[in-house]
């Protein structure tokens, strides 16, 4: 069975008759009119390398950012001579509980592609298409197929245009007067929501980041909120990571913003470089009355997950967890797509079996796994 990557080109170039021994090298010198783009979406967004997605797919290592339990994929078709012929398709494939991809489920995936593209081009070589709509049209009544919700659909196309170096959105330059400062904050209700997915993503562009970090203290709370779920598919600079840090601290020791806020700010706050700064931010969430509700625990366990690696930090969390406002059927969840993650799973379980854990996380994991686990 091909790979997705493949498979992909050959569907493109009518390669059919090609030998099993083909490989990705190959299909790389038969893409003549199209590149093809992988990027994971679950977590947020962040390419996959042509060698992880290959070796992924061939079940040689696990899916580098599993969520629920499933590999969440967005792949781009792009064919820089004719913008109309682009295609993307929205992928979510099962993983074992190793995290490696499920291949029975792989295989039905492709099948059911190929069936759909033998149906739609029969009328003609499946190399010279009439136009892109058989690609689109492809994953039709296909059931690991899937449509990213607003914020993720926003961040991925302003990634996709930056990636294929086509210009942004026509919201693009409202956004920038915004950010920049030249109209009145409170004018927000006009920014368009692709353009400030747009003016985030391309961070690097002018002073762009710079400006952002000056002006992200005194934003208002929608487009403060609007901004950090699309800081969460960057690497924010020194800056702005400073600002992030400065705002989060702020409103957990005012106590005065909703816990929608703050797992906003935890979402921003994921993507900066893991220092003593973040960690002591994080660690003032778990034990403020945020720390508890549901909204926060979700921004924590689903975006900050690599910072629960340091060993006091995922303690608190853990307690904090099986205090959770929530409930029972909270801490199941959050846990369960945790102990997901292979870095994750070690660390947890030493924390469970730890003597000095509370009462309370002893009880959550008795409600989860049964009395006897432990």
Not at 82 to 111: H, I
Request: aromatic share 8%.
């Amino acid at each position: 069975m091909d790979t997705l990557d493949q498979f992909a080109v050959r569907s493109r170039h009518g390669l059919h008759r090609l030998p099993r021994c083909f490989t990705v090298h190959h299909a790389r010198q038969c893409r003549r009119d199209s590149s093809l783009f992988a990027n994971a979406t679950g977590r947020c967004i962040s390419k996959l390398s042509p060698d992880s997605f290959r070796k992924v797919e061939m079940g040689q290592i696990p899916y580098p950012k599993p969520f629920l339990h499933q590999a969440w994929v967005a792949i781009l078709m792009w064919n820089p001579k004719q913008a109309n012929e682009n295609v993307v398709w929205f992928l979510k494939l099962p993983l074992d509980e190793q995290g490696f991809l499920v291949q029975a489920a792989r295989d039905d995936f492709l099948n059911r592609l190929l069936q759909n593209l033998t149906n739609s081009m029969g009328k003609g070589p499946l190399d010279q298409p009439t136009d892109a709509t058989e690609y689109r049209d492809a994953l039709k009544d296909n059931p690991f197929s899937f449509t990213p919700d607003q914020e993720k659909m926003a961040a991925f196309h302003a990634t996709a245009t930056l990636t294929t170096r086509q210009p942004a959105s026509a919201f693009y330059d409202g956004a920038k007067q915004y950010f920049h400062g030249k109209t009145d904050l409170n004018q927000w209700d006009s920014l368009g929501y692709q353009g400030i997915a747009d003016y985030v993503i391309r961070h690097q562009q002018g002073n762009n980041e710079n400006k952002l970090a000056q002006i992200l203290p005194r934003l208002p709370d929608v487009p403060l909120e609007a901004s950090c779920t699309f800081i969460e598919h960057i690497q924010p600079g020194e800056l702005l990571s400073e600002a992030i840090h400065q705002r989060l601290e702020n409103s957990v020791t005012e106590g005065k913003v909703s816990a929608n806020q703050i797992g906003a700010l935890l979402r921003a706050i994921s993507q900066c470089p893991e220092q003593e700064e973040k960690i002591a931010v994080l660690t003032q969430v778990l034990h403020s009355p945020y720390g508890k509700e549901a909204e926060v625990i979700a921004a924590l366990a689903s975006r900050c997950w690599a910072s629960l690696q340091y060993p006091e930090l995922l303690k608190l969390f853990l307690q904090t967890l099986a205090e959770n406002n929530a409930g029972q059927a909270c801490f199941n969840r959050v846990m369960a797509d945790l102990m997901f993650i292979p870095t994750l799973r070690a660390l947890t379980l030493q924390q469970f079996r730890s003597p000095e854990r509370s009462e309370a996380l002893s009880r959550a994991i008795g409600g989860m796994f049964g009395d006897g686990f432990l």
